[in-house]
């Protein structure tokens, strides 16, 4: 089993939908829980972050983590053509060597048709 | 301010040739990571420096990678005799310090190994 484990999709919505993306993961030592979106030949850019279980809310994004049953959600409401692009979730942990890394989901990719 | 660059952008070269990636990393930040994008495999860690103390080269897939970071700024991926497995996006990530969590991605350089 993977650490963490994400449907790649790809998922298509009308504008206007309320999308959920969702993220399970087996590492208990998971610390810190991100949320990046990644347009299409552009790096990944930081979404949401959050190291607490229960939500937190930016705009029209809401991150979702769920610690006890390894759980993590992003919630898009009022989705815009512009939200187009892969989103991928990030938990932070730890390397062999000790030093803090992202292990992070396959990805999904998102369409939003006007 | 400028964000982390990465060159060449896109690079072919044939199996068992060397090939050199370079990253640049936003002015002052002590953190640099290393990650591979795979299609269908999501964003794999690979190296990691911080500062001048010695990297951790525990995600390196292979002896045939390596890496640098010359004065504690610019980096360098290096892959010997390539092979087509190697073929994939390589994406550089800067961040401020231990204290900070978001990694600024650049836009990667794309591999095909023909």
């Known amino acids: 089993q993977k650490e963490v484990e994400q449907d790649p999709g790809p998922l298509s919505v009308p504008e206007g939908a309320i999308v959920s993306l969702n993220c399970t993961y087996s590492?208990?030592?998971?610390?810190?829980f991100m949320w990046y979106r990644q347009y299409s030949r552009k790096g990944p850019e930081l979404l949401m972050y959050t190291y607490s279980s229960g939500n937190k809310e930016d705009g029209r994004f809401t991150a979702q983590v769920d610690k006890s049953s390894k759980y993590i959600s992003l919630f898009i409401r009022d989705s815009q053509p512009s939200d187009s692009a892969t989103y991928l979730c990030a938990m932070s942990s730890l390397t062999q060597g000790g030093s803090e890394k992202l292990v992070f989901g396959k990805g999904m990719k998102l369409t939003v048709n006007p | 301010g400028a964000g982390v660059s990465q060159s060449p952008s896109n690079k072919v070269t044939e199996k068992g040739k060397d090939v050199e990636l370079r990253c640049d990393p936003i002015?002052?930040?002590?953190?640099l990571y290393w990650y591979r994008q795979s299609l269908g495999q999501g964003l794999e860690f690979l190296i990691y420096?911080?500062?001048?103390?010695?990297?951790?080269k525990s995600g390196l897939p292979s002896d045939r990678f390596s890496a640098e970071r010359t004065g504690g700024s610019v980096s360098t991926l290096t892959i010997q005799r390539t092979q087509q497995e190697d073929s994939a996006v390589y994406l550089c990530?800067?961040?401020?310090?231990?204290?900070?969590?978001?990694?600024?991605f650049g836009p990667g350089t794309r591999l095909t190994v023909t």
């Open positions: 420096f911080q500062g001048n103390s010695a990297p951790d």
């Open positions: 002015s002052g930040h002590t953190a």
């Open positions: 590492n208990s030592a998971f610390q810190y």
């Open positions: 990530a800067s961040k401020g310090g231990r204290s900070s969590y978001e990694q600024y």
